[in-house]
């Protein structure tokens, strides 16, 4: 089943457990997230269990469902979950963006620019790079932003500065795993955050 394609609940349930970190969700909990029926989710969930890709611990009387990395399957599977179809307009910035992509890690859009918003008022992006090509990104984005729709607000950070403020649950840069559009590098993103989880 997995091996083939996530549907879009599937997808939305497991990135809600790999954007969790320190917390396991209940049914319930899940389900809210997801915007899914109680019943919608426990049966994503169950197949999800049956694969081994997350495993379930009793808290007093409510099951806690989390991620199991002991399963090398699991980190190909959110994998997948990250890898969404663009929008129009997401392909755009793609195109423009593409000279960055050589020499960052991983690239997140994130803010009012990919939501229904009418007039955004800026792009937001998120880059993960190592510090050696700092001095490049910085002359590429000199060519590169001037000439986009909107004007570029971006967060630059190490693969080291991306896995301190998971440990540390950095509220800002969570809500851009969780709610941001991951353009490319989406192995680089499930390595760092596996290393999250493991220390």
Do not use: H
């Not at 990395?69 to 990250?82: G, H, Q, V, Y």
């Not at 929008?87 to 803010?111: P, V």
């Amino acid at each position: 089943m997995y091996s083939k394609m996530l549907t879009k609940n599937e997808k939305n349930v497991i990135k809600t457990l790999l954007f969790s970190f320190q917390d396991e969700y209940s049914i319930n909990e899940i389900a809210r997230r997801c915007n899914l029926a109680p019943n919608g989710a426990f049966k994503i969930l169950r197949k999800l269990e049956q694969e081994k890709i997350i495993k379930l611990k009793k808290i007093a009387n409510i099951n806690a469902y989390s991620l199991d990395f002991d399963n090398l399957k699991t980190k190909s599977i959110c994998e997948l979950a990250l890898i969404e179809e663009p929008s129009t307009k997401i392909k755009n910035r793609l195109e423009d963006l593409k000279e960055l992509q050589k020499i960052t890690e991983a690239g997140i859009i994130f803010g009012s620019y990919i939501t229904k918003k009418k007039n955004p008022g800026d792009i937001d992006l998120f880059f993960v790079l190592k510090e050696d090509n700092f001095k490049k990104y910085k002359e590429e984005t000199r060519k590169i932003y001037p000439a986009m729709p909107l004007k570029v607000q971006d967060i630059i950070q190490t693969k080291e500065d991306l896995t301190e403020n998971i440990l540390k649950n950095d509220k800002a840069v969570i809500e851009i795993l969780q709610k941001g559009f991951v353009l490319w590098g989406q192995d680089k993103l499930m390595e760092i955050i596996k290393n999250g989880y493991s220390k």
